[in-house]
């Protein structure tokens, strides 16, 4: 048996996630497939293409980290008897979610079903036991897009809505050729930031951009700032798509990018100087970083006829799928 579950493409609401505010991802082709092959004993080894193999039953908090997620995972759902073997077409901390993707498939593969909701749940509280303490966006995506839509995420009342995405757009991601460096330190200063911004502000969803006056401190007013326009432009973005304005829809991808340069602070020069290369292609309606930053991919909205992967060594043409729960 081999389970699939897909990465994710956020078309648009970065850093939302975990203040409360909107998203708007899409599930795509690339993505981890897991092998589930039963053995003759009751142990578990995990093989995974370009990463040490290993019983899970010897994973210690030393261990690498894929190794002690599948453990958490053969843990929680008592998994025994089996090698898992795992392969993916999903390039790895490139911000379209392999982890999600990985986690995902991994929990697929051990039997597990739900509402992808709880699912997404399950596997954000693996994440944060392994170290990394994320938002619900790349679960959410990665199990319950509906083919051929983005799902729009309320994360301020965890509800989800299938947003039909124009078939004539296209979405390629590029990769910008920086593997993200402290990353998982800067993230967790990010929602440092952000948790007090809301603890003296009050609900990230009752605040508008002239509250942010009573912040003295300018770096915290241009963090508030991101997360206030960034969840505007969402219900913008599903706007432009609902009346085929993909000008207006490449507009906002790229004020999306500034605000993550400038407010948010979390991108990179080589990044910014490939977003402006790419905003000013012909046939390029918008490009911005995508998924958490400091590295990674963008991800760009361009016409049907232009094909980035012929100018980009490290480009993939997206093609919108669905979530491995849908
Ligand atoms: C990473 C995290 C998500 C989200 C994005 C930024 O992908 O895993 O939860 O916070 O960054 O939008």
Redesign the pocket.
Known sequence: MTIFAPGRA?SI??????NDGL?LPMAIQLGVSVRHSPRSDDRVLLESEGHDAGFLDEVTEHSPNHLRLAASVARRFDVRGVTWTVSSTLPEGS?L?SS?AYLGALILASGHRGDFHDVARTMQELEGECGSH?????QLAVLGTREGHAMRIDFSTMTTTDIALPASWAWTAVHSGEHRTLAETR?AERRAQCDFIANRLGPWRSLNKDDLVVLDDRQLQARARHVICETSRVDQMIDAMANSEIDRAGQLLNESHASLRDDFEVSTPGIDELAAQLQATSGVYGARLV???FGGCLIVLHRDDIDLTATYRNAWRLRPGAGALR
């Open positions: 956020n609401g970065e850093h939302t996630d975990y998203a911000g979610s999600a994320v938002g619900l966006l790349d993230y998924g958490g930053g």
